[in-house]
């Protein structure tokens, strides 16, 4: 056994360290955090100054028991987890997990998984800072805080769908998302005419070479086509000549958001991939730690980078620069991101490669020279108007940092416009006119925000770190308040006015205009959370309160600030704010009024129901009960028009009949689908429901009845193959059967079917030990050993046996009475009238359809074709 046991992170870099650290050491992960907040009752005794109640995970227990038995076996135990607040969090569980001493335990970071750095770190340990330990604690008790008391105000008050939850950034930056989208709502587009001359000048080979010249813009399609009457049999004439000397300076070195930035812009990654591929590339020691937000390189980078330029480019290209983090509370490491050898220019694997090159090509460039420029610009004047033309170019006199490497823009069409180089010409030549355009343009709303610009907000406004970036996004997304798409373009009508051989032409054109990838977009249900929260919770909604209290975790870290004080302090106000929401607050439901039905006058409007946004003809209070609508997938309760609401109460459409049965078309839980008679056939994806039509939906019932066309029978049954939301699937006698990888789906063999079957078979033979189908229970072998299955609960056998566990036998002869004991105990209200596994049964046993029993078929009916 190792005399020295040290602790890392991850799997992949303990591999790494322990081959340089030799066999002195044995190097082994505790894969992330070993501990968390328990989850009953919070897992915060606030009573008692806040004392965070940490439990080891049921996946963690094996892990932390392995690294008990080592550490006791070792002579000496050294923490190595990251460098950051989170990791010193990590290295002081480790120690309270361990029974080791936080003030002797030896505790040692690295910026970069190289050999130097290991050895100097194992030279020059430190101790546990508890400083950036409570300010980690601090962080979690905060954020722990606002999700368990905020969220149940959100059940209650909203309650439209499960799973709602609020959070201290998570919230703030669903509002950011939600406000840039009403702002670009509200947005009205305003035209003007900009006036551009395509004039020419000849070269030294007595060609001419034509370049543009702008002029005014114009409000007025009148005004603009005036300036051109007054062009006509104009001369035009160089009045004025400008060079000016410019250059270009290289961005600083990746900080962890401006490499999610860059990724996005440059390579089309979403911020949790550029953090995966990073982790991987910091783990294999091609890169120094991912977690930053400092620019600052260290003198043993700098002087391999000075050494990479002067061999690869020479000493012209170098230039030497320290750069400064503009935000002073930098604290989460010592130095940018950066590759750790500056001579490895690629990495072997493709993936990784592409991110990692970036990395390379703004280091390198970080402390290349400027990029020099000259500018130049014209001033042509009109002898008809006396009104002067601007041309300008720009020509490149050294490409210094340009040769290595150019950063992006988050605007794609600025970024695409270069200026482009003038021919040469001097002061009082004569230019030749070719023709003069008055072009419609229109203002542009500000662009929503990508993963990558969401995060250079936050940072902007001094909220998050780098470590919570990544995660907030991901949970915003998977809350469903905010969702990622594409938005396709729509045709413009934009008009033309044409000077050309003394003649003016008016014409108009079509562009494509707001066209948008991999844009955030807010949901109704996020709208309708924010717009709750604005209302009830200002202070948590505050970006400078945010920030604020992201400074007072940095003094924390500082040792300025007590953990427990700055957490009472925030708490009290806070809390009161949820005691008086949930007593005077009252439901959200985000509706909007659209108009009136002309057919019932009752009123028609938008708002969010239990299965997500709708619209709804009547209100509650009626006599006659209100008809219901789904919006459809790019409609929004804010924007939806009365007629667009009165289209959705279209449906269902009958369109006409098909051998002797109705075909209709309709929209379901599961999306829109054929219905011909009793079967449902899910359309294919992007089909727009409301342009089927009869011809449409006998394409679509012909290839579902080709698709399921049997391709081979067992014991005389057919068997049929689809695919589904969980993959390619074969059908045998209502058993829906997966196909695994190593089966060939689009050749399957009979062979290939009977063994599928049987496997089935066989698997269903084992999986129940009794069943009772008409009271909805079943007892049923698990992967982790029999349970209850009632409804769609998952329930425990609890009982008397050896060990409190049955046997087979015990099991196959319990009675039913012994097994509905077993489900009361653990749910004292399952055999009330309101018990989902109840109603289910109820509704088997009814002889008659009701409508609730209509819908809840035809959602079945819609699942199986979809699937």
């Known amino acids: 056994m190792a005399k020295n046991l040290l602790i890392v992170e991850s799997p992949a870099k303990a591999k790494t360290i322990e081959g340089i650290l030799g066999k002195d050491f044995e190097v082994k992960s505790c894969y992330g955090h070993i501990r968390d907040l328990e989850k009953n009752d919070m897992g915060i005794d606030i009573n008692n100054n806040f004392t965070p109640k940490y439990i080891i995970p049921a996946e963690k227990e094996k892990v932390v028991k392995e690294l008990i038995s080592i550490a006791k076996k070792s002579n000496e135990v050294w923490l190595a987890s990251d460098e950051d607040r989170e990791g010193e969090s990590i290295s002081w569980h480790l120690a309270e997990v361990l029974k080791l001493d936080p003030k002797t335990t030896k505790r040692i970071v690295f910026h970069e998984i190289t050999k130097p750095a290991i050895q100097k770190a194992v030279a020059n340990p430190r101790f546990i800072n508890m400083d950036l330990v409570n300010a980690q604690q601090a962080r979690r008790v905060v954020d722990r805080i606002v999700g368990f008391e905020l969220s149940p105000v959100l059940w209650r008050k909203i309650g439209m769908q499960g799973g709602l939850s609020a959070g201290r950034v998570q919230s703030v930056a669903v509002k950011l998302i939600a406000e840039k989208e009403r702002e670009i709502n509200q947005f009205t587009p305003v035209g003007s005419f900009k006036v551009e001359a395509i004039l020419g000048a000849t070269d030294i080979n007595n060609k001419t070479v034509l370049f543009k010249a702008e002029g005014a813009k114009f409000d007025e399609q009148k005004d603009a086509e005036a300036f051109l009457q007054s062009c006509i049999g104009a001369a035009y004439t160089v009045k004025d000549i400008q060079v000016k000397p410019g250059k270009r300076t290289p961005a600083a070195p990746f900080t962890t958001s401006t490499l999610q930035q860059e990724a996005s812009r440059k390579l089309g990654y979403g911020v949790s991939k550029t953090m995966l591929l990073a982790q991987k590339l910091y783990e294999s020691g091609k890169i120094t730690y991912m977690r930053t937000d400092s620019v600052n390189l260290s003198d043993t980078a700098m002087a391999a980078i000075t050494n990479e330029i002067t061999s690869s480019f020479g000493d012209k290209y170098l230039q030497v620069r320290k750069y400064k983090n503009k935000n002073e509370s930098a604290q989460e490491a010592h130095e940018a991101i950066r590759p750790t050898y500056m001579d490895a220019r690629t990495v072997s694997d493709p993936e990784l490669n592409r991110l990692y090159e970036l990395i390379w090509k703004r280091t390198i460039a970080s402390q290349m020279s400027d990029a020099v420029l000259e500018k130049t610009t014209a001033k042509i004047e009109i002898s008809t108007n006396k009104e002067l033309l601007t041309a300008s170019g720009e020509v490149l006199k050294f490409d210094g940092f340009l ?133 009830h919770f200002k202070r948590v909604m505050d970006y400078s309160f945010t920030a604020n209290i992201e400074q007072e975790f940095d003094n924390i870290a500082e040792g300025k600030l007590q953990w427990n004080n700055m957490v009472r302090n925030w708490y009290d106000p806070f809390h009161n704010g949820v005691e008086h929401t949930l007593e005077t607050a009252e439901r959200a439901k985000g509706e909007r009024i659209l108009g009136t039905d002309e057919a019932t006058g009752k009123p028609i409007s938008a708002r969010m129901g239990r299965f997500g946004p709708m619209v709804q003809i009547g209100a509650q209070t009626d006599e006659e009960k209100p008809r219901f609508a789904r919006l459809k997938a790019d409609q929004s309760i804010e924007t939806i028009t009365l007629q667009e609401a009165l289209d959705l109460f279209k449906l269902p459409l009958a369109l ?158 319990m009675d039913l009475d012994t097994v509905k004991k077993m489900i009361v105990a653990q749910d004292p209200k399952a055999f009330d009238k309101k018990s989902p596994a109840k109603k289910t049964a109820t509704k088997k046993a009814a002889p008659k359809k009701t409508a609730a029993k209509k819908t809840a078929t035809k959602k079945t009916a819609t699942k199986k074709a979809t699937k």
């Open 403 to 535: 040769k290595v490497y150019m950063e992006s823009t988050d605007d794609e069409e600025d970024d695409a416009e270069g200026e482009s180089r003038l021919p040469n010409v001097t002061v009082n030549q004569q230019l030749a006119f070719n023709e003069m355009l008055a072009t419609e343009r229109f203002t542009r709303p500000s662009a929503r925000y990508t993963e990558a610009s969401l995060v250079k907000k936050l940072e902007e406004l001094g909220i998050g770190r780098p470590s919570t970036y990544a995660p907030t996004i991901s949970t915003i997304i998977k809350r469903n308040y905010v969702v990622k798409k594409d938005k396709e373009p729509i045709k413009r009508t934009v008009r033309l006015v044409t000077l050309k051989n003394d003649t003016i032409t008016k014409s108009s054109s079509e562009e494509n205009t707001g066209a948008e990838k991999g844009k955030l977009f807010p949901t109704d249900l996020g709208l309708v959370v924010t717009d709750f929260l604005n209302e």
């Open 656 to 813: 006409g009949e098909y051998e002797g049965a109705e075909v209709a078309v309709n929209v379901g839980r599961f999306g829109p689908y054929v219905k011909w008679g009793d079967q449902f056939i899910s359309m294919p994806k992007g089909e727009d429901v409301y342009s089927v039509d009869l011809k449409r939906a006998l394409a679509i019932i012909e290839a579902k009845q080709i698709e399921e066309a049997p391709i081979g029978f067992y014991e005389d049954k057919p068997i049929t193959k689809g695919k589904g939301r969980f993959g390619p699937f074969i059908k045998w006698n209502n058993l829906f059967i997966n196909i695994p990888k190593a089966y060939n789906f689009d050749e399957l063999t009979q062979h290939d079917c009977n063994e599928l079957i049987e496997k089935k078979l066989e698997k269903e033979a084992n999986r129940y030990i009794q069943q009772w189908p008409e009271e909805n229970i079943a007892i049923e072998n698990g992967r982790w050993g029999p349970f209850i299955k009632f409804g769609k609960k998952m329930l425990k056998i609890v009982g008397t046996g050896a060990n409190g566990k049955f046997t087979s036998e015990e099991l196959g002869a």
